[in-house]
């Protein structure tokens, strides 16, 4: 009895000490703390959808606490005893409807932001977005600026308050891209362009990571995200220009094998339609998928690459037929 007695009141001392524990992550709860517009809509679906799901739990589980305390097995109990009671018309509606206009209502709002959160959605600004096109690699992330002809390996830097179109697949098993403060992750996935829309509202440095289990080194497929002001952002693109080292086809063929490589690398120029030449890689022939609204001029350079690749063997492949029957001859 002493030891039920002692348990029931350190209870409340181990949950408050749990709840300690547990404020001491927050910082590490970057999803509630977004720095830009579709973290911002993300979180406030978050939120409202916690709220709706407690209207129905609170209640359920207070009451459930309360019944098991009113009506337990005891001496003297003045519980009314009603061993034929069966049914109550009103209270099953009361505990039917609320729930289904819950649910319902829930559902019409997971729909509308589901809507509005569509990855390649762009939003809605004054400034033209930027093209990031990011490709992910056995265990690094490769990111390069088709429209400045410049790439960085495992760090990506951009303008604060501009829209910014990432473009994404992978030449390595899939494996998901993403930065928590700035918005949801996406898969990449070989054969695939997928397109995400983000933007940081807020000058700082954001943590991003591959959030999908992709081989022993997994965990360190991590790159940081730097917003800057605009004048910082040209700063970048003009010395990165400078870099003495340039992404070759051959560089690159080397940078894609397997392997860990933490440091961040600058390169001032990279090979033309080298994205477009990773989707098609894995597409034996066949047009490159495209998902969540891949661009249309990724998808066009992309067939562009797959059918001159399909005439090349088509031509290797007469030149070899009339080579063996000249042979044969």
Known sequence: MKKRKLVKALLPLMMIAIVVLLAGCSGQAMVLDPKGPIAETQKDLMYISTVMCLVIL?????????????????????????????????????????????????????????????????????????????????????????????????????????PIKFELTSDAPMNSFWVP????????????????????????????????????????MT???????????????????????????????????????????????IPDGLFQKVVTKYTNGQSAHSGHGASSETNHDAMKTSSASEKSEAKDSKQMDHSQMNMSK
């Not at 005893?81 to 049914?87: D, F, L, S």
């Not at 949801?184 to 362009?193: L, R």
């Not at 997928?194 to 933007?199: D, G, I, S, V």
Request: aromatic content about 14%.
């Open 181 to 220: 403060q700035l918005g949801g992750q996406i898969y990449t996935m070989s054969g695939m362009a997928m397109t995400l829309y983000l933007q940081a509202d807020e000058i700082g440095h954001y943590f991003g990571t591959g959030a999908n289990f992709s081989g022993s080194h997994f965990a360190d």
């Open 223 to 269: 790159f940081d995200v730097n917003a800057t002001s605009q004048a910082d952002f040209d700063a970048f693109v003009a010395k990165t220009k400078q870099s003495p080292t340039k992404l070759t086809m051959e560089s690159y063929e080397q940078l894609a094998k397997p392997g860990q490589l933490k440091e961040v690398q600058y390169f001032s120029a």
């Open 58 to 162: 609170v209640p359920v589980l207070a009451l459930t606490a309360w019944i098991v305390w009113r009506y337990r097995d005891r001496e003297g109990s003045k519980a009314s005893y009603k061993p034929n009671w069966a049914h109550n018309t009103t209270l099953e509606a009361v505990w039917w409807s609320i729930p289904i206009i819950m649910i319902a209502a829930l559902a019409v709002i997971t729909v509308k932001y589901t809507y509005a959160l569509e990855p390649s959605k762009p939003i809605k600004s004054e400034k033209a977005p930027i093209t990031i096109q990011v490709t992910s690699l056995d265990w690094k992330w490769l990111f390069t600026y088709p429209e400045l002809g410049i790439g960085t390996l495992n760090y990506v830097q951009i303008p604060a308050d501009t």
